[in-house]
Nanobody, 123 residues
């Protein structure tokens, strides 16, 4: 079983950048497809991005395409979400997730979740 811990959230001005990290322990991330999700205030949790277990395939929700990049560092056993050109609409609690099935991550039903990190984009 893998444990996940996010970090890197904070307050950023519109147009700024942040990089979120998700450190995994207990298992290697090479065994899992990984994803990022977010929940904005008073909204449902939504899928943001996913990367396959090999790291060669990525998938993004349309709202972040061209601005966010998901990547894996297998040496550090960490997954990243590089977020550029942030806007107030990106304000949310961001969650890292993992599953051995890539489809379950993309469809929003991974088995393992981190506790989340808050990102606030100011205008």
């Amino acid at each position: 079983q893998v444990q996940l811990q996010e970090s890197g959230g904070g307050l950023v001005q519109a147009g700024g950048s942040l990089r979120l990290s998700c450190a995994a322990s207990g298992r290697t991330i090479s065994d899992y497809a990984m994803g990022w999700f977010r929940r904005a205030p008073e909204k449902e949790r939504e899928f943001v991005a996913a990367v396959s277990y090999s790291g060669r395939s990525q998938y993004y929700v349309d709202a972040v395409k061209g601005r966010f990049t998901i990547s894996k560092d297998k040496v550090k056993n960490t997954v990243y979400l590089q977020m550029n050109s942030l806007t107030p609409d990106d304000t949310a609690e961001y969650y890292c997730a993992a599953d051995s099935n890539y489809g379950k991550v993309v469809n929003g039903a991974p088995d393992y979740w981190g506790p989340g990190t808050q990102v606030t984009g100011s205008s």
